[in-house]
Structures are given as C-alpha cells and as structure tokens.
C-alpha cells in the first residue's frame, strides 16, 4: 500500500493514494507543496519543485488520476475530458507518469478555478 496525500484546493478536501512508483516517492519527499490552479479543461496543474523525466508515460489516463507532466514539471489532477481529448476519453497534453489517484469523487475539481491555491500535504494516518 502506497502513501496518502491531502490535496486542499478552496473548499475542496480530498485524499489519494500514491502508487509504488519512482515518480510517487520524489513527490513524496518533496512535500508539502504549495502552487496555484491551472485549468485545462477538466484537469487542473501546477508547477511543483520536483524535475524528473517521464516514467511509463500514459497518453490517455483515468477519472482521478494523478499524473506528473515531465515538459511543465507539473503535478495534474484529472476529472473529465481536456481540450486535446476525442470523444469521453481524458487525454493529457503529452504523456505523462500516473503515481496516484484520488481516493473519492474527483469531480469536485470542477469547483477549482484557475488561479486558486492549492495544497498537497502528507496526510495524517495515525
């Protein structure tokens, strides 16, 4: 079993699980993490403090994903299709590294408007 992350963004509290990945450990260690929304569509980004390359990169991901964009150093939050998407797939900009998922509804996302804080902490497991 994988670590648990807080993702805070306004209102919206939601925790994932992170998955065995290289990817997930490097994000791991680098938080808490703090950044500003951006929305694409139904995905949400933003730049974090961790620069790594693509690891088994995904060029179509789940609802609730959570993926790192290697080209923005990007942390990504998926809910629904994007603009690059066809038909009800979700598909990123580029392929990116899938090293977690929300543990939940991920379509409160759609609350979160460009610019909001967002915060992604260590959850609390005791």
Known sequence: MGNTIRIKAGEVV???EL????????????????GKANC???????????ELGTEDGK??????????????NAFCIFFGPTPASHGNEIRPASAVTIFGKITGDATVFRRIRS??????????TE
């Open 115 to 124: 610019a909001s804080p967002i915060v992604i902490e260590k959850e609390d």
């Open 14 to 16: 939601v925790s994932a």
């Open 59 to 72: 060029e179509v991901v789940e609802i609730g994903d959570l993926a790192y964009w290697a080209p923005g």
């Open 40 to 50: 694409w569509g139904d995905e949400i980004y933003f730049r974090i403090p961790v």
């Open 19 to 34: 998955n065995n990945s290289n990817t997930a450990q490097s994000i791991w260690e680098a938080l808490p993490i703090k």
